[in-house]
């Protein structure tokens, strides 16, 4: 049964938000209607500017933060948002003794695809430069930023570079084309987004690119190879359609996924754990996720030592 919270976090989602957002062309307007509330981080987490590979972004690190750092690049349509935005997430994943590294990717119309997809790669690169190793990475992402780390991984592995252990993806924003039925399904029941503007929204990156480029949109790539993934995604989405076909299309290139589809909840509900049940349910269930991912890779490595 989804909490009090999660119905109550609609209603002002769909009053702050989405009747605002509804129709706009203006990305600086979009930006601006986007922009999370301030959030405080616990005194316990330890923020810190950073550079990995040129690319700006922080560190983000807990009063346990173990070896394992996760790579989390935040959403807001590839033209919106950033690490501080989005330290809610990135403090939830640090308090789970995860070193997380968020960076600020260069965002669009000023900078379109692929610059996010080469900052995303340069940034896991540099990671690698600095003697962490891929099986103790792992990536995290929502809506765009969801769609950004398996972009990444894709390229990573066009490259033949080392993949990470795992990747956990909520609500990603994996079809540009937006040729979803939830577009239209769940363009009403939708908190955040009217179904008529995620196209619109998407011409901010893409510019002249066809939407279906792979790299842009994750749904249209052959997504074999890729490591294990879990999807968390709420029902009521207009986003709904990029994780359930996400999810089919990674199974059927022999894929390790796990779906888990949430009832009620908004889109990036992940953003207020201090206030959503569910948003503190999703981060904690992704750690224990990508945890396991880690222990598993570890545990490879080991048997391949000794064979």
Same mark, same amino acid.
């Given at each position: 049964?989804?909490?009090?919270?999660?119905?109550?976090?609609?209603?002002?989602? +769909?009053?702050?938000?989405?009747?605002?957002?509804?129709?706009?062309?203006?990305?600086?307007?979009? @930006?601006?209607?986007?922009?999370?509330?301030?959030? +405080?981080?616990?005194?316990?987490?330890?923020?810190?500017?950073?550079?990995? /590979?040129?690319?700006?972004?922080?560190?983000?690190?807990?009063?346990?933060?173990?070896?394992?750092?996760?790579?989390?690049?935040? #959403?807001?349509?590839?033209?919106?948002?950033?690490?501080?935005?989005? @330290?809610?997430?990135?403090?939830?994943?640090?308090?789970?003794? &995860? @070193?997380?590294?968020?960076?600020?990717?260069?965002?669009?119309?000023?900078?379109?695809?692929?610059?996010?997809?080469?900052?995303?790669?340069?940034?896991?690169?540099?990671?690698?430069?600095?003697?962490?190793?891929?099986?103790?990475?792992?990536?995290?992402?929502?809506?765009?930023?969801?769609?950004?780390?398996?972009?990444?991984?894709?390229?990573?592995?066009?490259?033949?570079?080392?993949?990470?252990?795992?990747?956990?993806?909520?609500?990603?924003?994996?079809?540009?084309?937006?040729?979803?039925?939830?577009?239209?399904?769940?363009?009403?029941?939708?908190?955040?987004?009217?179904?008529?503007?995620?196209?619109?929204?998407? #011409?901010?990156?893409?510019?002249?690119?066809?939407?279906?480029?792979?790299?842009?949109?994750?749904?249209?790539?052959?997504?074999?190879?890729?490591?294990?993934?879990?999807?968390?995604? /709420?029902?009521?989405?207009?986003?709904?359609?990029?994780?359930?076909?996400?999810?089919?299309?990674?199974?059927?290139?022999?894929?390790?996924?796990?779906?888990?589809?949430?009832?009620?909840?908004?889109?990036?509900w992940q953003l207020a754990p201090h206030?959503?049940?569910?948003?503190?349910?999703?981060?904690?269930?992704?750690?224990? &996720?990508?945890?396991?991912?880690?222990?598993?890779?570890?545990?490879? +490595?080991? +048997?391949?030592?000794?064979?």
């Amino acid at each position: 049964m989804a909490s009090f919270q999660a119905y109550l976090s609609v209603w002002i989602c +769909k009053w702050r938000v989405k009747r605002r957002l509804r129709g706009v062309r203006d990305y600086r307007r979009a @930006r601006a209607i986007l922009k999370p509330d301030p959030y +405080k981080v616990p005194d316990s987490i330890r923020v810190t500017a950073a550079q990995m /590979g040129g690319v700006p972004g922080e560190w983000v690190e807990g009063p346990k933060t173990g070896e394992t750092v996760l790579l989390y690049f935040h #959403g807001g349509g590839y033209f919106g948002c950033s690490a501080q935005t989005h @330290r809610p997430i990135t403090a939830g994943f640090a308090l789970q003794g &995860f @070193r997380v590294y968020a960076p600020d990717y260069r965002l669009a119309p000023e900078n379109r695809f692929p610059a996010a997809v080469d900052d995303a790669v340069v940034v896991y690169r540099a990671l690698l430069d600095a003697s962490h190793l891929p099986q103790s990475i792992v990536v995290a992402g929502e809506s765009a930023g969801g769609g950004l780390a398996l972009s990444m991984m894709l390229a990573l592995r066009a490259a033949g570079t080392p993949l990470p252990a795992g990747a956990a993806v909520f609500s990603p924003w994996t079809d540009l084309a937006a040729t979803g039925d939830s577009v239209r399904t769940n363009a009403d029941r939708c908190a955040m987004f009217s179904g008529d503007d995620i196209a619109p929204t998407a #011409g901010y990156y893409l510019g002249d690119t066809d939407p279906r480029n792979p790299l842009a949109s994750p749904l249209y790539a052959d997504l074999g190879g890729l490591p294990p993934l879990l999807i968390h995604v /709420g029902v009521d989405e207009v986003l709904f359609d990029d994780s359930t076909r996400l999810a089919e299309r990674a199974r059927a290139a022999g894929v390790t996924v796990e779906l888990k589809i949430w009832p009620v909840v908004p889109h990036a509900w992940q953003l207020a754990p201090h206030l959503i049940p569910e948003g503190r349910q999703s981060l904690r269930e992704a750690g224990e &996720f990508l945890r396991a991912q880690v222990a598993k890779a570890d545990s490879s +490595k080991v +048997k391949m030592s000794y064979a």
